[in-house]
């Protein structure tokens, strides 16, 4: 049994995708030893070749396709299946395919591509706990956020057409209809949402300036997500996060209904069956597992410009910190950290921005100095806090998005009160920002050190003939024209103290061609500068 | 005749040529507005940010004394 044996006539299963007779145009569900893993449409997904329609398997259950597993392909509702074979994919494994958590829970991919949990692979008790613990969210947002929540998407979809979770839903949502009109308006509202929640003792994580997630811990141990959508209108067009835009009648949503899911009684738009024709097309009463949004292009660029931009590259940046990849980064210091700790004094105090894998952060206490850490990622933060720990007791890790302004001036702030001398060190972090993210790194690097109370060392890539755009890792870098950077130092009040430019070494210590070093300071106090 | 004919291809093709110059002038006009709109409305976000941090963090700095500072970004952290 090889991965490209033919298993039943016109079907094919590699390890690339599979490949099914051109006359299968209903709704496919993919299941591996008889759990629901994935499904698609073939004349949507897949693309027509001699052999029939070839559909890629999904790029997040790609790296876990490797052992044996009974494929099953079949068409939802109908009770048809097309294929029941056992299969190796991966090379010959004697292994069972395993694709499950850390906590041996089974995934499948979601709606929008993440390799998830889904309701149909949890069992009735976590069900409960999820189910509760919504109910207690939507509790709080009504009562103590002020704002009349609703279920909104796949549970509520669950609640009307069969009164229970969609099995192969992942997540709870929770939409509000906002009376404010102005986009600002709309996301300092949810600013005060997110407060009202985390005084009630939740846990959150900001998504766009429109919405937020609610952390639910299960009693197994693991993380929930209930997402808290805002809905508004602009210029009588109603919009609702994720990406929905559109006419739907105020009257539609408000006051509010209530559904039943799972015998639980929950708050439900005035009109729940508008609101599922609004959001999933009139066709929504038939189940459809791979069912995907199209959205009106001229409301995702809207809702894109009004409220989000400043987290599109942490999805990526944690996927890297989680990878094999990121285990292959050196434990020791780089040499830009040798450069650096010749240039500072002992008891000096060193705040690292994107210290990824803490590997300098850690070289910097070791060698007695005080040590602060600020990273975007999560991933990030948990490695270098544990390396952290081993090498020193005082050091703090804490979050800076450096698109965000929030973040950005309150990291500035705390920098620029610690005592005596600090130093900001940005290894390759340029390389990384967006042009409103370095520019807010400028601001931050002022903030911290103007009045000279330290220096501001970077290390970048750097534009060269013949050198490729991007950089390592996995891309998310560009190279910097380095005239420009010190340009743009130089409108920020910053004076360039020691500037070297030549070969150095990528994240994973691998070969650079050309790279740039920078000392600079920032000798003038704040409010006497140009930018 | 030819020479007609031959002024005839010239200024079809000259017309051509300037149609297809407006219309690439025209979509790349437009592309530009539909960046500087997109653009504009980045500014929503930022203004809310500013709000916010004049709102939750300067006011209430300016309230304390020096030594709440670190207290008062503590609680900023805290909530964003």
Same mark, same amino acid.
């Given at each position: 049994?090889?991965?490209?044996?033919?298993?039943?006539?016109?079907?094919h299963v590699g390890d690339h995708g599979l490949t099914l007779p051109g006359t299968v145009s209903g709704v496919v569900t993919v299941s591996f030893d008889g759990r629901?893993?994935?499904?698609?449409? +073939?004349?949507?997904?897949?693309?027509?070749? !001699?052999?029939?329609?070839?559909?890629?398997?999904?790029?997040?259950?790609?790296?876990?396709?490797?052992?044996?597993?009974?494929?099953?392909?079949?068409?939802?509702?109908?009770?048809?299946?097309?294929?029941?074979?056992?299969?190796?994919?991966?090379?010959?494994?004697?292994?069972?395919?395993? *694709?499950?958590?850390?906590?041996?829970?089974?995934?499948?991919?979601?709606?929008?591509?993440?390799?998830?949990?889904?309701?149909?692979?949890?069992?009735?008790?976590?069900?409960?706990?999820?189910?509760?613990?919504?109910? %207690?969210?939507?509790?709080?947002?009504? $009562?103590?956020?002020?704002?009349?929540?609703?279920?909104?998407?796949?549970?509520l979809l669950g609640a009307v057409r069969e009164g229970a979770m969609i099995g192969t839903d992942c997540d709870a949502d929770l939409c509000y209809l906002s009376e404010?009109?102005?986009?600002?308006?709309? /996301?300092?509202?949810?600013?005060?949402?997110?407060?009202?929640?985390?005084?009630?003792?939740?846990?959150?994580? %900001?998504?766009?300036?429109?919405?937020?997630? /609610?952390?639910?811990?299960?009693?197994?141990?693991?993380?929930?997500?209930?997402?808290?959508?805002?809905?508004?209108?602009?210029?009588?067009?109603?919009?609702?996060?994720?990406?929905?835009?559109?006419?739907?009648?105020?009257?539609?949503?408000?006051? $509010?209904?209530?559904?039943?899911?799972?015998?639980?009684?929950?708050?439900? !738009?005035?009109?729940?069956?508008?609101?599922?024709?609004?959001?999933?097309?009139?066709?929504?009463?038939?189940?459809?597992?791979?069912?995907?949004?199209?959205?009106?292009?001229?409301?995702?660029?809207?809702?894109?410009?009004? *409220?989000?931009?400043?987290?599109?590259?942490?999805?990526?940046?944690?996927?890297?910190?989680?990878?094999?990849?990121?285990?292959?980064?050196?434990?020791?210091?780089?040499?830009?950290?040798?450069?650096?700790?010749?240039?500072?004094?002992?008891?000096?105090?060193?705040?690292?921005?994107?210290?990824?894998?803490?590997?300098?952060?850690?070289?910097?206490?070791?060698?007695?100095?005080?040590?602060?850490?600020?990273?975007?990622? +999560? #991933?990030?933060?948990?490695? $270098?806090?544990?390396?952290?720990?081993?090498?020193?007791?005082?050091?703090?890790?804490?979050?800076?998005? *450096?698109?965000?302004?929030?973040?950005? /001036?309150? $990291?500035?702030?705390?920098?620029?009160?610690?005592?005596?001398?600090?130093?900001?060190?940005?290894?390759?972090?340029?390389?990384? *920002?967006?042009?409103?993210?370095?520019?807010?790194?400028?601001?931050?690097?002022?903030?911290?050190?103007?009045?000279?109370?330290?220096?501001?060392?970077?290390?970048?890539?750097?534009?060269?003939?013949?050198? !490729?755009?991007?950089?390592?890792?996995?891309?998310?870098?560009?190279?910097?024209?380095?005239?420009?950077?010190?340009?743009?130092?130089?409108?920020?009040?910053?004076?360039?103290?020691?500037?070297? #430019?030549?070969?150095?070494?990528?994240?994973? #210590?691998?070969?650079? !061609?050309?790279?740039? %070093?920078?000392?600079?300071?920032?000798?003038?106090?704040?409010?006497?500068?140009?930018? | 005749?030819?020479?007609?004919?031959?002024?005839?291809?010239?200024?079809?093709? =000259? =017309?051509?040529?300037?149609?297809?110059?407006?219309?690439?002038?025209?979509?790349?006009? @437009?592309?530009? @507005?539909? =960046?500087?709109?997109?653009?504009?409305?980045?500014?929503?976000?930022?203004?809310?940010?500013?709000?916010?941090?004049?709102?939750?963090? &300067? &006011?209430?700095?300016?309230?304390?004394?020096?030594?709440?500072?670190?207290? &008062?970004?503590?609680?900023?952290?805290?909530?964003?």
């Amino acid at each position: 049994m090889t991965t490209t044996d033919q298993l039943v006539d016109g079907y094919h299963v590699g390890d690339h995708g599979l490949t099914l007779p051109g006359t299968v145009s209903g709704v496919v569900t993919v299941s591996f030893d008889g759990r629901y893993v994935w499904s698609f449409q +073939p004349l949507r997904d897949a693309r027509p070749g !001699p052999a029939g329609r070839t559909v890629v398997w999904p790029a997040a259950l790609r790296p876990h396709l490797r052992g044996r597993t009974r494929l099953t392909l079949a068409e939802p509702g109908t009770g048809r299946t097309y294929v029941d074979q056992e299969v190796v994919l991966g090379g010959e494994v004697a292994e069972r395919l395993r *694709l499950e958590d850390p906590h041996g829970h089974p995934l499948a991919v979601n709606k929008v591509g993440n390799l998830t949990r889904v309701f149909a692979e949890t069992d009735g008790a976590a069900r409960a706990e999820i189910l509760h613990g919504t109910a %207690r969210v939507l509790d709080d947002l009504r $009562t103590h956020g002020g704002v009349e929540a609703y279920l909104g998407y796949g549970c509520l979809l669950g609640a009307v057409r069969e009164g229970a979770m969609i099995g192969t839903d992942c997540d709870a949502d929770l939409c509000y209809l906002s009376e404010r009109t102005h986009p600002v308006d709309v /996301v300092r509202e949810s600013y005060a949402l997110e407060r009202a929640m985390l005084a009630r003792g939740w846990r959150t994580v %900001r998504m766009s300036g429109g919405d937020f997630k /609610v952390l639910l811990r299960l009693g197994d141990g693991r993380t929930v997500y209930v997402d808290v959508f805002v809905a508004f209108y602009v210029d009588g067009v109603f919009y609702q996060l994720g990406n929905r835009s559109g006419r739907l009648p105020r009257e539609a949503i408000t006051p $509010t209904s209530t559904v039943v899911l799972e015998g639980v009684e929950l708050p439900a !738009p005035a009109d729940p069956e508008a609101m599922l024709a609004f959001v999933y097309g009139p066709g929504w009463r038939v189940p459809d597992p791979s069912f995907r949004f199209t959205d009106p292009r001229g409301g995702v660029r809207r809702l894109d410009g009004w *409220l989000r931009g400043y987290r599109d590259d942490l999805p990526a940046w944690n996927a890297f910190f989680r990878s094999p990849e990121a285990d292959e980064v050196p434990r020791r210091r780089s040499d830009f950290a040798r450069w650096t700790r010749r240039r500072i004094l002992r008891g000096d105090t060193v705040v690292e921005l994107g210290p990824g894998t803490g590997r300098d952060a850690a070289f910097f206490a070791r060698q007695g100095h005080r040590v602060h850490a600020y990273d975007i990622s +999560p #991933d990030a933060r948990s490695r $270098t806090q544990r390396r952290l720990r081993r090498s020193s007791g005082t050091s703090a890790v804490r979050r800076l998005m *450096l698109g965000e302004l929030r973040t950005v /001036v309150v $990291t500035g702030a705390e920098i620029g009160t610690l005592s005596g001398r600090r130093h900001l060190y940005a290894r390759r972090l340029v390389n990384a *920002l967006d042009d409103e993210a370095r520019r807010n790194l400028w601001r931050l690097a002022r903030m911290a050190l103007a009045g000279d109370r330290g220096s501001l060392f970077l290390e970048l890539s750097v534009l060269a003939p013949g050198l !490729p755009d991007r950089v390592e890792p996995a891309g998310l870098g560009r190279r910097l024209d380095a005239e420009g950077v010190v340009a743009e130092l130089q409108a920020y009040g910053a004076h360039v103290q020691e500037r070297r #430019d030549g070969p150095g070494t990528d994240v994973l #210590d691998r070969p650079d !061609p050309w790279t740039c %070093r920078l000392q600079v300071h920032f000798p003038r106090t704040l409010g006497a500068t140009r930018a | 005749m030819p020479d007609l004919r031959t002024h005839l291809v010239k200024a079809r093709s =000259a =017309a051509r040529r300037a149609h297809t110059a407006r219309g690439t002038g025209v979509r790349a006009r @437009l592309d530009a @507005l539909e =960046a500087e709109v997109q653009e504009n409305r980045r500014l929503n976000r930022r203004i809310a940010e500013l709000t916010d941090l004049v709102a939750e963090l &300067v &006011v209430p700095l300016a309230r304390r004394e020096d030594a709440e500072v670190h207290e &008062v970004l503590a609680r900023y952290r805290s909530i964003i």
